[in-house]
């Protein structure tokens, strides 16, 4: 009983968070569109590394590099994740820079409506590379619904769906208040990724079902021309018990609900 209360209290808290955002949000403003070639570099350091819901650094600063260049629709993206206290097999911790994804896309707009497709390549340190597709639509409209679908091609496939909503208020001289609110549904194709019962054992049933939520506020703060810098703060829950279940069986710190933070520098032109 006390597991259900505590999903039915974040879907709560996840519907009030919504219903705030509509209740704040003005009307969007036309992204503009253009043809010349752009590149950007992003530093960001962060309190913790947290991917759909789940954990994936445990008590060190992790530092995520990102290098992006983008021409009438197709980008390609380098990022990457450093771990400050990254866990050895010894049990001793080190910094390890653990992941580098690459990612390529492209998107269109037809009026109020953008589309996307992709791919992505993990290579990753702790388990074996990982590659996805995936596609998006949004519309330029009241909070910005976006819904994107992934699916993974090689290692434990499945379906990832999410679902966001997102909205920036301009303050003063460029500055802007972000807010954005995402859940996600999952959906897995191998017994390796199962359901787990309340005392946080496998069992053979393959894991589905509505995932985890994100809501975050940050700040974008312009610096001259081409620098921002845009701090951040986000906090990550499981939607229902089997989420709850599986988040905290396969989280580093036994929890399954993160509050995280940091801070982005880039360099845009």
Known sequence: MKRTEK???????????????????????????TDTPSASVDLGVFSKYVW?????????????????????????????????????DDGDDE????ETDLTLSYEKS???VTTGVGYCYYALDAMKDSQ????????????APTLTVYREISYLPGWYFSFGLSHSFE????????LSGSIGYMISDDDEVAEVDDALNPTSEKYSGFHDGNLSVGL?????????????????????????????ATSISGESDFLYGGVTVSFAF
């Open 7 to 33: 999903s039915t209290n974040r879907i709560v808290l996840a519907f009030l968070a919504g219903c705030l955002a509509l209740t704040l949000a003005a009307a969007p403003v036309p992204a503009e569109e």
């Open 171 to 178: 303050l003063r001289e460029g500055i802007t208040l972000d």
């Open 95 to 98: 910094t390890q820079f653990n």
């Open 132 to 143: 996805e597709l995936f596609a998006s639509i949004g519309l330029d409209v009241f909070l």
């Open 220 to 248: 974008t703060v312009p610096l001259g021309e081409y620098w921002t810098v845009s701090p951040m703060i986000a906090y990550s829950f499981p939607l229902t018990d089997d989420a709850d279940n599986l988040i905290e």
């Open 52 to 88: 759909r819901g789940y954990e994936l650094s445990d008590d060190g600063i992790v530092i995520q590099p990102s290098f992006t260049v983008g021409y009438k629709g197709v980008s390609v993206n380098l990022w990457g994740n450093l771990d400050t206290n990254a866990s050895e």
């Open 110 to 112: 037809f009026g109020m």
